[in-house]
């Protein structure tokens, strides 16, 4: 829906750019809001994009920054004006700025945090690794004290007139400056006036230290409902604030990274058509490859088996469909425990429960499957010893893709490996050489070759 | 983090209930954030929790029946007086109550119904599916006029003392009740007193009808950082509003069912250790049968080559590993394109870039594959031939994997079909079969068979 207002936004900003009417395209762009300004312009070219952002207003160049995509801004910001870039970045939410310098070369990086007059702001933030709270934070917040009244908290913030919206959840300091307390602005509003602080907040405050993963983060924020995360620093002061903004893109990076590892791939850190064909290889060929190694296990299995190969050439016609099934249910199964695990529905401590769950599942799967396989057998004339062999095999490897499919991603989750590197593809690629050791062995007591 | 913490309450809150301390063991829940007492709550006996839902304070049973999944609660509500199931449905979140009025059998829902004081504030929401605008929004909000000043905005939202955190993006609704703007609760404080509501307000709403899915509400919200989306109805009237941490569920529930539908299976409905090993099972068995018969044209494909398997039987030595990386390539290539998808990174008419992209990716891969290969299969001792097969068959295969692997979510998506439902297991399904096809084919031709 937006995809198209904003590809005819862009046919009419370039429009304007042809005709030389710059004032027109800035007009335009200037009407939008963040999101598309940033998306019709990431569509135009270098050129466009410098002599447009220098003539934008700061705020809207600002905006369109921190809505590029991280390289994208990184290499736009890279080809402005070291003055220019620095009055843009004072504009900036100081953590979106502190994450901009901290993509540029380190020499450009100095130059525009000594021009910025917000340097002070955004130099704590350039500690911090970008996942973590302390990289995801904002500085600026409210603060109150706790024998301040309602009504003097509410002309506190009017005084400060914050710009954004971090103001919807307020925090108190004691005098040595640490975090004890929690208003919301709502409670504010509607509480009576003379009320003192202490006397409406809670004192019960959810806070992360700035070293906090930003993936437990955006948990304990999905969990208890919040708007934002108070960070503190070793002593328990307050040193920034994480929004529900943040806490969103955390969500839809986390979840890109896991589908992404589940298919086999190392995540990409940039959207799909602006990643260059090498590096979309290059994050795939490793694990390929050590799929491959693992795979020609297989090789080594049959090979194993030539003398009944030999004896029956037959046999080799159920090897992908007997490997197939065995990789669809250990699919099948790491996806929905990795999933439990993510949204921790399950841990390590459950290990036996879930392994139990699925072998139940196992079992009941590969009856089912067994029968129809032992008909589809006999439709393909293969004899009744042989469809017995095939339907035997299709029950034990379905059991036991359902317990491996199941014991990989918990084990991973143990090691402290995310369960998502070593599952689908890796699961299959294991399930695939026993699979065929599994048939082999009862194909060769069944038919007695 | 959280779970230690809940486990250790939940055997405090036992011992209580085992001593017969019923108050002490209400004060250990009542001490509790909501979510944390769901999670204890959830863990008791049926018999215990409906003895401790009745002699909670009603703002704490009403929380826990909101926190508990959808199923517990409505069994939970289902065993309670229908007396006391009102009042505690009047003190939830409407939508909330809505939704477990919903998973009631309707005879008792009626009867609830009937016995609630908020009866109209949730009666209209019954009308809408779960998973719309109309199923996601709470009706409770507060609305302003334009000619209002800031001042007795603030005054008028004090006077409603509204319960709940809808309040920092307040809706402004001209004289026929249409949705004409909005205001920050943050943007009225920090405005002139004086300044009228049409001043201060952005005429540019965006918006939704009560009809719209939920994945497109969390969409816009995560696109603009919206905290709150009204929804209208179709005259415009303002009918509800979803908040962000409806959102946030939405984004989580996305999440799980793409996993699990990669994974090649239904979505489960509940938490994993909660759903029986019955419903696991039917979840999956569709998608495995389905799967099943399509991986059976692999036996068909290898029948057809039986006259050269019966000349040289190490051809089939070569079969999982070919079949394997076509698959995992495949894989690969899939949950990329399908969470760019999920991101509205590409869409259909991107179609020739996207797969062009991809054979390009694919035929990297596959020379650096096949030379390796051919490298494997010589110190397999198969000779040059057979190994100039087997490198070639993984160029091709790789090639046309990376190619199926981005055509099939792209043609989902333009049906209108959701792509991860033929993703991973069926897509290597498919390329299993073809893959051994062209393997056959080259082999035939190189080997002269």
Chains 1, 2 share one sequence.
Not at 122 to 138: F, Y
Request: aromatic share 6%; net charge negative; charged share 25%.
């Amino acid at each position: 829906m937006e995809q198209q207002f904003v590809d005819r936004m862009l046919a009419l900003v370039r429009a304007r750019l042809e005709a030389d009417d710059l004032k027109g395209a800035i007009a335009l762009i200037e009407a939008l809001r963040p999101p598309d300004q940033a998306d019709v312009f990431g569509d135009l070219q270098p050129k466009q994009q410098e002599v447009l952002l220098s003539r934008l207003q700061v705020s809207d160049a600002a905006d369109i920054l921190e809505e590029l995509e991280d390289e994208d801004a990184a290499e736009l910001a890279g080809r402005l004006e070291m003055d220019a870039l620095a009055t843009i970045l004072d504009e900036m939410e100081p953590d979106e700025a502190a994450d901009l310098l901290g993509d540029l070369p380190p020499e450009q990086a100095r130059i525009a945090l000594e021009g910025m007059a917000e340097a002070d702001e955004v130099r704590p933030l350039l500690k911090h690794p970008d996942e973590s709270a302390g990289g995801l934070m904002t500085p600026e917040l409210v603060t109150l004290r706790r024998w301040m009244t309602a009504e003097e908290a509410i002309a506190h913030i009017r005084s400060l007139a914050p710009d954004s919206e971090t103001v919807y959840y307020v925090f108190v300091i004691d005098d040595d400056e640490r975090l004890c307390g929690v208003v919301s602005l709502r409670q504010l509003i509607v509480a009576d006036p003379t009320a003192r602080i202490e006397e409406i907040m809670d004192p019960e405050v959810i806070r992360v230290h700035v070293d906090t993963d930003q993936e437990e983060c955006a948990r304990l924020m999905a969990r208890y409902d919040l708007l934002a995360l108070p960070v503190v620093d070793d002593d328990d002061h307050l040193v920034g604030l994480i929004t529900v903004d943040d806490l969103v893109d955390v969500l839809e990076d986390e979840a890109t990274e896991d589908i992404q590892r589940l298919g086999g791939a190392e995540p990409l850190d940039r959207p799909y058509l602006s990643t260059g064909v090498l590096t979309v290889a290059w994050k795939r060929i490793r694990w390929l490859l050590l799929l491959f190694v693992t795979e020609t296990l297989t090789g080594t299995v049959l090979r194993h088996f030539k003398h009944e190969l030999d004896t029956i050439v037959a046999l080799a016609f159920f090897v992908p469909l007997l490997i197939g099934t065995g990789g669809n249910a250990g699919s099948q199964t790491t996806s929905t425990i990795i999933r439990a695990l993510a949204l921790r529905e399950v841990d390590f401590r459950d290990f036996f429960r879930v392994v139990w769950h699925e072998i139940r599942a196992g079992v009941l799967l590969g009856v089912v499957m067994g029968a129809i396989a032992f008909g589809r057998a006999l439709t393909w004339g293969t004899g009744t010893t042989m469809a017995l062999a095939v339907s035997l095999s299709i029950l034990v490897i379905v059991v036991w893709a359902n317990g491996v499919g199941s014991v990989l991603p918990l084990l991973a989750a143990k090691l402290r490996i995310d369960p998502t590197v070593i599952s689908g593809p890796f699961m299959s690629t294991l399930v695939d050489a026993t699979g065929l050791f599994i048939y082999f062995t009862i194909a060769k007591l069944v038919l007695r070759i």
